[in-house]
């Protein structure tokens, strides 16, 4: 049969994400030369994050784009730079950070059967609420949208007097309007796509945890690759990496605005406030190490966070 | 003793009954825990939506194999039973069950490839169980079917082990050899249209063409498999044996007879009150049963008699019972109308308002244009009363069934307040109906409770096995690009909204015909939805456009159901039945169209609680 490389992604057809990965094709369709066929699912269309990692174990697909809740399927450490909230203050920190343990957990995931082919963000999930809130205390008699696979979490969430409804992505919308839930922690981006912020208008201006994301392709179909083939392939996955990160970091600031115009509130907490957030930051680390990071990554992420801002005379 | 030993085997024998009624049990206690360990903070059950959907995939497995032996499996009818002698009949099941036993077989490799590569990455699913556990009752599932089916059209204990032995380890041997090379499709799909005509589980036929498309491929068959259990461990299916669950203990009860009573005293005992009293009640008992034929089972009997008394003709009479026991499936509980929220995306409460107001649209129309509100032809010999309305009467049937009636407002209320998610508000009313029918009406014994269980167990077992098989060959079509293929194409054959919408009426009137809704809404919506959203119809005003035709599916033969349960339930030939119901399906038609043309009456409801202005 002809060589073909399948690909699937949540992320909507024609969008930035979508457009790199028809690029990444091109090129490896011209290294593979003949009648190589090159298919991307967008939209969702095979699955959500955890099947698109299932559909790529089996075989059915060779590669995906996904986000740490679909990464952490194959390896649970990658959570360390998506769960940890407030842990990182920009981008600047997360790009150290992740340069820093990259080796180690590429090495990490070839060991489980894939190649990262390329490293992306989706911006920085904030709270979207439908009253608005300023301190860690004004969430507690509210009820927060979490993700049904995520156990640890909602577990965390209770130990600390929060109320987590598990629910599935689709279920957002319909529970924010009826009051099933009042919070829905997410990335600008995705509640304006969503229109979340119609019936959630308050956004609390915290960086609550950046979404990290990767583009991986299975080893078996690495390893079909002829040497020139991979270069070409690791040469238009770094220019797609470099692409995904400037551009999606200018999309989510052009979806703050452009929510603002159709009525968003931007809550900014005071000095005060911030102070009782990162307190309660503090409080759930040691709750998240050994849980839904593994500890020694844990304690690798914080020490090289520790050295960046230490080298920075912070 | 020799019959101690045997009744033990005898119990034994049906492990999978009680496995999938305990799966079923505790899926209706774990939501209920939760929802009373919510308020109060703190830990409640470990990962508890994720175990009940779990849960969901072994009430699934271990249902089908229990419905295989009860003969519930649902096949596409007896059509080829009256040809031929009985060699002919002998030779047309062995063929069917065995092909259906290799095709197990097969699907018992290929989800044993899909375990083995879960294994590699385990995951916990709660209190220390590794998820592949749960993931393995799909292997052992399809061998036990494929052995039961192998071994039961022969009648020797040698040649039923030798055979229930022999067909699936075929299958699995087969593809465990060839799984990853290409191979000829046109053959597998000859045989598979033989195998689908001969009588076979329509599962196995299902299963079948998917395993033919992604072999023809060299996909690996290992998609199908994950396919179903992806649709088995959905948040939302667990509300589907739920809500069944609930319906069948009503049925069981004496709940239709105080019903009954309800709306014959509200709308008086004449003519017309008693046919409007008849319509409103089978739409509203299917809504609970899912239109599954129960309806004309457990009210036919009922109705008959009180439509015959009011001096209403025989024909026109097993007409009405039997087309408007089609018509309650747009109304909320109903399990296609859950079924379609699943497999469209859409949200469940809004697929719920949504189908409120078309309920009673299409109610109107069968009244209306299918005759029955003529006052022409009515026998004066029958004990025709006035037509008067008596209060107190009323008021007295009403409290009597205080209980049923407030069941619907429990389902849809709990959900639409926002108290509780699908899978909590279907457990909270399977519980309702436990509880009001065992303690206010003493009229649920532990025996009936069981047997509801397993029933229950067995119906969804049977409708989730034909669920996964669709949603493998529709992962199929989607891996081939067919549905944005078919937008372009009907795009450019029909470029007006409201001719596709007629278009899209007929074809769904002869699909409905064909197709058994539930294989009809997992093959067809996720072909016809993306067509439909390119024409910038809504996905829940298409749903219910989908889910009214589908309701003149069920008068249509070769797959109408309710023709057959009517048929046997009334004791008349099939064609009398289908002669009786036509003007009915002419009227459904045409309520259809009128939904389909006037977005409004779907979308309206579900508008105005979104705080959206409809216009
Ligand atoms: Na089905
Ligand atoms: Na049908």
Same mark, same amino acid.
């Given at each position: 049969a002809d060589k073909q490389l399948r690909i699937g992604t949540l992320a909507?057809k024609n969008s930035l994400y979508h457009r790199q990965l028809m690029e990444l094709g091109e090129a490896w369709r011209a290294a593979q030369g003949g009648n190589a066929k090159y298919l991307v699912y967008p939209d969702?269309s095979q699955g959500?994050e955890?099947?698109l990692a299932r559909r790529m174990r089996i075989g059915q697909l060779q590669g995906a784009l996904l986000s740490v809740?679909g990464l952490?399927e194959i390896e649970?450490s990658i959570?360390?730079l ?13 790009d150290y950070?992740r340069e820093k343990i990259r080796p180690a957990m590429e090495k990490k995931f070839l060991d489980k059967g894939f190649v990262v082919l390329a490293w992306g963000d989706a ?89 990290v994301g990767a583009l991986v392709i299975t080893r078996k179909a690495w390893d079909d690759m002829t040497p020139e083939v991979q270069k070409a392939v690791r040469l238009a996955s770094d220019k797609v990496s470099v692409q995904i990160r400037s551009k999606a ?66 | ?112 490839r899909?375990?083995?590569s879960?294994?590699e990455a ?56 060839f799984d990853g090379s290409a ?31 992604f072999w023809q491929d060299g996909l690996p068959l290992a998609s ?171 008021? &007295? =049937? /009403? ?5 049923? $009636?407030?069941?619907? *407002? !429990?389902?849809?209320?709990? @959900?639409?307040?926002? %108290? ?58 989607v891996d081939a690009g067919?549905?944005d &293929? =078919? /937008? ?5 054959? $029909?470029?007006?909204? *409201? !001719?596709?919408?007629?278009? @899209?009426?007929?074809? %769904? ?83 259809? @169209? ?22």
């Amino acid at each position: 049969a002809d060589k073909q490389l399948r690909i699937g992604t949540l992320a909507p057809k024609n969008s930035l994400y979508h457009r790199q990965l028809m690029e990444l094709g091109e090129a490896w369709r011209a290294a593979q030369g003949g009648n190589a066929k090159y298919l991307v699912y967008p939209d969702g269309s095979q699955g959500g994050e955890a099947e698109l990692a299932r559909r790529m174990r089996i075989g059915q697909l060779q590669g995906a784009l996904l986000s740490v809740v679909g990464l952490r399927e194959i390896e649970p450490s990658i959570a360390a730079l998506q769960t940890m909230p407030l842990l990182f203050k920009n981008w600047e920190e997360v790009d150290y950070v992740r340069e820093k343990i990259r080796p180690a957990m590429e090495k990490k995931f070839l060991d489980k059967g894939f190649v990262v082919l390329a490293w992306g963000d989706a911006g920085w999930v904030r709270f979207f609420s439908k009253e608005a809130a300023f301190r860690p205390d004004d969430y507690k008699k509210m009820k927060f949208f979490s993700w049904g696979s995520e156990a640890e979490q909602q577990a965390i969430m209770k130990s600390l007097g929060y109320t987590p409804v598990p629910l599935e992505t689709n279920d957002i919308l319909p529970a924010i309007q009826t009051g099933m839930i009042n919070v829905v922690p997410s990335t600008p981006y995705f509640a304006l796509a969503s229109q979340i912020y119609n019936s959630a208008p308050n956004m609390l201006d915290v960086n609550w945890a950046p979404i990290v994301g990767a583009l991986v392709i299975t080893r078996k179909a690495w390893d079909d690759m002829t040497p020139e083939v991979q270069k070409a392939v690791r040469l238009a996955s770094d220019k797609v990496s470099v692409q995904i990160r400037s551009k999606a970091r200018q999309e989510v600031d052009e979806a703050v605005d452009a929510m603002k115009k159709r009525g968003l509130v931007v809550n900014r907490p005071t000095p005060e406030q911030m102070r009782e957030w990162d307190e309660l930051a503090i409080k759930l680390y040691p709750r998240i190490r050994g849980t839904m990071v593994p500890a020694e990554t844990f304690d690798e992420v914080m020490l090289h966070l520790k050295n960046y801002r230490a080298g920075k005379g912070k | 003793m020799l019959t101690n030993i045997r009744s033990r085997l005898h119990s034994l024998w049906r492990f999978d009954e009680v496995l999938s009624s305990s799966a079923l049990l505790l899926m209706t206690i774990i939501p209920l825990l939760e929802i009373l360990l919510r308020p109060l903070l703190g830990k409640g059950i470990d990962n508890a939506p994720v175990l009940v959907q779990h849960l969901g995939l072994v009430l699934a497995m271990f249902g089908a194999v229990a419905a295989e032996r009860n003969g519930h499996l649902t096949s596409l009818g007896s059509s080829l039973d009256n040809v031929g002698n009985k060699r002919f009949h002998t030779a047309d099941q062995v063929f069917a069950k065995g092909s259906a036993a290799i095709i197990c077989g097969i699907l018992a490799l290929a989800s044993w490839r899909f375990v083995a590569s879960e294994m590699e990455a385990a995951h916990d699913l709660a209190y220390g169980i590794p998820v592949w556990w749960i993931q393995a009752t799909m292997p052992l599932g399809f061998l036990l079917l494929g052995t039961k089916l192998a071994a039961r059209s022969f009648s020797s204990i040698v040649s039923k082990v030798a055979w229930g032995i022999a067909l699936p380890a075929c299958g699995f041997l087969l593809a465990a050899e060839f799984d990853g090379s290409a191979i000829m499709l046109w053959p597998a799909v000859l045989w598979l249209i033989a195998v689908l005509f001969a009588g076979a589980p329509i599962f196995a036929v299902l299963g079948g063409f998917a395993l033919a498309l992604f072999w023809q491929d060299g996909l690996p068959l290992a998609s199908i498999p994950l396919s179903h259990y992806q649709i088995t461990v959905n948040p939302s299916l667990p509300a589907l044996p739920l809500f069944t669950l609930a319906g069948l203990i009503f049925a069981r009860t004496g709940a239709a007879q105080r019903l009954g009573a309800v709306f014959v005293a509200l709308f008086g005992g004449g003519v017309t009150g008693t046919v409007v009293a008849a319509a409103i009640l089978c739409s509203f008992f299917t809504a609970f049963t899912g239109g599954s034929g129960v309806t004309i089972l457990a009210l036919g009997g009922l109705l008959l008699p009180l439509l015959r008394n009011a001096g209403f003709p025989e024909q026109r009479s097993i007409s009405l019972v039997t087309s408007a026991s089609a018509l309650g499936v747009l109304l909320a509980p109903s399990v296609p109308l859950i079924m379609y929220a699943i497999i469209a995306r859409v949200p469940i409460n809004s697929m719920f308002l949504a189908g409120l107001i078309p309920a009673f649209v299409m109610v109107a129309f069968l009244l209306i244009f299918g005759g029955y509100l003529k006052r022409g032809g009515l026998e004066t010999t029958g004990n025709v009363q006035a037509a008067h309305f008596d209060a107190g009467k009323a008021w &007295a =049937a /009403i409290w009597t069934a205080k209980w049923e $009636i407030l069941a619907p *407002f !429990v389902a849809i209320g709990s @959900l639409v307040s926002g %108290l509780a998610t699908p899978t909590e508000s279907a457990a909270l009313t399977a519980a309702y109906a436990i509880l009001t029918q065992t303690f206010a009406h003493r009229e649920l014994s532990l025996k009936v409770f069981a047997g509801s269980l397993s029933d229950c167990a067995q119906i969804i077992g049977g409708v989730m096995l034909i669920l996964g098989m669709a949603l493998g060959l529709t992962n199929f079509l989607v891996d081939a690009g067919i549905p944005d &293929a =078919a /937008i372009e194409w009907v795009q450019s054959v $029909i470029p007006n909204k *409201f !001719v596709f919408l007629l278009v @899209l009426s007929i074809f %769904l009137l002869a699909a409905g015909a064909l197709m058994e809704i539930y294989a009809a809404i997992v093959v067809l919506v996720p072909l016809l939805l993306p067509v439909a959203l390119s024409y910038g119809i809504d996905p829940i005003h298409f749903g219910i456009i989908f889910l009214a035709a589908m309701e003149m599916g069920f008068l249509c033969p070769p797959a109408g159901m309710n023709i057959y349960f009517a048929s046997a339930m009334f004791g008349k030939p099939i064609r009398y039945v289908a002669a009786s119901v036509l003007p009915a399906l002419f009227a459904i038609f045409l309520g259809t @169209l009128a939904i389909a043309w006037l977005p409004v009456i779907a979308t309206g409801l579900p508008d105005f609680f979104a705080g959206k202005s409809p216009w």
